[in-house]
């Protein structure tokens, strides 16, 4: 059963370039409640442990640098379907093969530096919420 909750990240590219603003307001404009959220940077150890699922991976070092680069936006949003929904919001991973209208393929720089993370899951929005926000927050 899908859940009303999702997780996503604005990352390192998009607060650097100024357009945290402007994807929150696209977040909104799509239907999206914010029900937590908080800038915060991340060292480097919690970009390790954030991304360990990838420490195998050719890019996790790479990965790692990037998101403890410059501040990030963390944020719990709640939305009927709100996993499929978000992911249809942001659009493809790569920013040239993202659809017309999605955060990605306005605000992404690259495949690396795509502006904003999104859960694939409900049991990862879970896991990937609880990283950031104490159960207090996510009331």
Known sequence: ??????????????????????????????????????????????????????????????????????PIVAAILEKDNAVADFRELIGATNPAEAAPGTIRAEFAESIAANAVHGSDSDENAAIEGAFYFNTRELA
């Open 1 to 70: 059963m899908a859940t009303n909750r999702t997780f996503t990240m604005i990352k390192p590219d998009a607060t650097a370039a100024g357009n945290t603003g402007k994807i929150i307001d696209r977040i909104i404009g799509a239907g999206f409640t914010i029900k937590a959220m908080k800038w915060t940077q991340l060292s480097k150890a919690d970009a390790e442990a954030f991304y360990a699922v990838h420490a195998e991976r050719p890019f996790y070092g790479e990965l790692v640098e990037y998101m403890s680069s410059a």
